[in-house]
T-cell receptor, first 114, second 114 residues
Framework: SQKIEQNSEALNIQEGKTATLTCNYTNYSPAYLQWYRQDPGRGPVFLLLIRENEKEKRKERLKVTFDTTLKQSLFHITASQPADSATYLCALQNYGGSQGNLIFGKGTKLSVKP | GAGVSQSPRYKVAKRGQDVALRCDPISGHVSLFWYQQALGQGPEFLTYFQNEAQLDKSGLPSDRFFAERPEGSVSTLKIQRTQQEDSAVYLC????????????FGDGTRLSIL
């Protein structure tokens, strides 16, 4: 069956450390993968998009990797801050799937302690 | 406004009533998506429009769910004869094109069926 798994429901780290979140998928052939941030009571906010032929993408303190052999994406936040505390969602669009709709994981709730 | 706007933010209805949820996408965005998000889960795709055409409604859970976007801008998601299992947050998203683009989400409508 097709699955997207974000390996931790919750991740607690100390301020200043690097947070690493994992997204694994099975039985999909994604054209690209996106990461979103969601705060309580709010809609998801787009962070980064990485295409299947890209290995790594960076934006300020954020870095995403995409390994189509391992069927895995890693999302890193360096020099983490309490303001980074939120739920992070990975999402992919499958080849052959509906035009544009995203398939989301359950999310990982990140807590950054001061 | 600059973002996707959804109304109402909260809706409480008795089982069996009909409800209508509205989405105002970002001006000029061709694609519009509806997702359903249960507590602690990622958003799940319901339906997709490109301009006024509903190209995919495969995610709608039953024939009680109906969506329209008659003029290619504002969209309405209607649920008839609501059931308790319809309680969830309904998210609307828009994007410039149909694929390979970030999706911009509204803050959702939280629907509670009593």
């Amino acid at each position: 069956s097709q699955k997207i798994e974000q390996n931790s429901e919750a991740l607690n780290i100390q301020e200043g450390k690097t947070a690493t979140l994992t997204c694994n998928y099975t039985n999909y052939s994604p054209a690209y993968l996106q990461w979103y941030r969601q705060d309580p009571g709010r809609g998801p906010v787009f962070l980064l998009l990485i295409r299947e032929n890209e290995k790594e993408k960076r934006k300020e303190r954020l870095k995403v990797t995409f390994d189509t052999t391992l069927k895995q994406s890693l999302f890193h936040i360096t020099a983490s801050q309490p303001a980074d505390s939120a739920t992070y969602l990975c999402a992919l669009q499958n080849y052959g799937g509906s035009q544009g709709n995203l398939i989301f994981g359950k999310g990982t709730k990140l807590s950054v302690k001061p | 406004g600059a973002g996707v706007s959804q109304s109402p933010r909260y809706k409480v209805a008795k089982r069996g009533q009909d409800v209508a949820l509205r989405c105002d996408p970002i001006s000029g965005h061709v694609s519009l998506f509806w997702y359903q998000q249960a507590l602690g889960q990622g958003p799940e795709f319901l339906t997709y429009f490109q301009n006024e055409a509903q190209l995919d409604k495969s995610g709608l859970p039953s024939d009680r769910f109906f969506a329209e976007r008659p003029e290619g801008s504002v969209s309405t998601l209607k649920i008839q004869r609501t059931q308790q299992e319809d309680s969830a947050v309904y998210l609307c998203a828009s994007s410039l094109e149909w694929s390979n683009q970030p999706q911009h989400f509204g803050d959702g409508t939280r629907l509670s069926i009593l």
